[in-house]
């Protein structure tokens, strides 16, 4: 089991209580100096209906010749996005200095039981009557989602479960505000999501959602730690922070031996690890994973979902979508969908 470095979290908590000073106070060139210093003291590597479900039991081979923090934003975005793809596509203006970094969002999540979460009854994702439909105005209208109503409760681990084509991706990509439905209404952690402009989803879904995908979606020119950080790209802090994040992330999924490779380097089940530190380093509130074991053999995806297990023990809330009858039996929910409903 995977816990929290509590030595960084006592050096990140002295960060955050002195950042707004320090940053007032250094000039351009002491700034610069400290970026220097951080890359020689740190060995820091370039960074080039009502729902029906089931409920069971108990509720290093190097090229780059310049840091990817030394380079311009615009340079580092244009690397993403033609990478990654839909998820970081869209531009999000921040502050020039970063965000609060003693922000709620900032902070890595408690550390409970999912029984004591399920206790304060707090409904994280709902879902009320929310359709969708594709070719609207056209005489074959396809009818991707029908009437779906779900709660999701803060700190379960929730399985997606329903053949090719049944409209579970189409929901996962609604819960993760990478698209839109035609009718109904999306609520997270208590915000109507469905009138939100591109540059509030895009901040939403930085401060409340990671991605874990089936092809893992890794930069392949870039380190273990360069594409764990790219994710913080978008939060508004400053690159050092952003660096700092992502060692924590990797520690946490077990691969701080392996932060310097490249991913071909990498094994299927380590690959997969990358991705879910690259989707922890915003500590998010939700993991949204998609097919997350679905490439791997059954010992790697064992040692996956008992990462997943852990994180959910930590607090996280998950939804994954699954083939895997086996992984879905060991959530806490199984939603199935079938045809575009759920159906139990």
């Known amino acids: 089991m995977f816990s929290l470095d509590s030595e960084f979290e006592k050096n990140r908590k002295l960060i955050n209580e002195t950042i707004d000073d320090l940053y007032s106070s250094l000039t351009s060139r002491s700034l610069s100096r400290l970026h220097r210093n951080a890359d020689n003291e740190a060995n820091i590597p370039n960074l080039k209906d009502e729902t029906k479900c089931e409920v069971k039991g108990e509720t290093k081979d190097k090229t780059s010749s310049e840091p990817l923090y030394y380079q311009e934003e615009e340079n580092a975005e244009k690397i993403v996005e033609e990478q990654i793809g839909a998820l970081f596509t869209d531009e999000v203006e921040v502050n020039e200095l970063g965000e609060d970094f003693t922000s709620e969002s900032d902070r890595p999540p408690k550390v409970v039981e999912a029984s004591e979460v ?131 992330a990797i520690d946490m999924v077990g691969l701080t031996h392996r932060k310097d490779f490249l991913p071909a380097k990498l094994s299927g089940g380590e690959k997969q690890r990358v991705a879910i530190a690259r989707a922890l380093a915003n500590n998010p509130r939700i993991l949204l994973c998609d097919e997350p074991t679905g490439n791997l053999d059954s010992k790697t995806a064992s040692e996956i979902e008992e990462i997943l297990q852990n994180l959910n023990k930590q607090g996280y809330t998950i939804v994954m979508v699954t083939h895997n009858n086996e992984l879905a039996n060991r959530t806490d929910r199984i939603i199935r969908v079938s045809d575009g409903e759920v159906i139990g």
Do not use: C
């Not at 779906?148 to 991706?169: C, H, L, Q, R, W």
């Not at 895009?202 to 020119?221: A, D, M, P, Y």
């Open 118 to 248: 399920f206790a304060q009854n707090s409904s994280l994702i709902v879902l009320n009557d929310v359709r969708k439909i594709y070719n609207v105005d056209t005489e074959q209208p396809v009818h991707a989602l029908k009437s779906v109503n779900i709660t999701i409760f803060d700190g379960e681990f929730v399985s997606i479960v329903g053949e090719s084509g049944s409209g579970k991706s189409t929901l996962l990509n609604i819960l993760g505000l990478l698209d839109t439905s035609t009718s109904g209404e999306y609520i997270l952690d208590g915000i109507i999501t469905n009138n939100l402009k591109v540059d509030e989803k895009s901040k939403l879904r930085g401060e409340k959602l990671g991605f874990v995908f089936q092809s893992f979606h890794l930069i392949q020119s870039k380190t273990v730690l360069e594409n764990v950080a790219i994710a913080g790209m978008y939060t508004g802090k400053k690159q050092f922070m952003r660096v700092l994040d992502a060692q924590n």
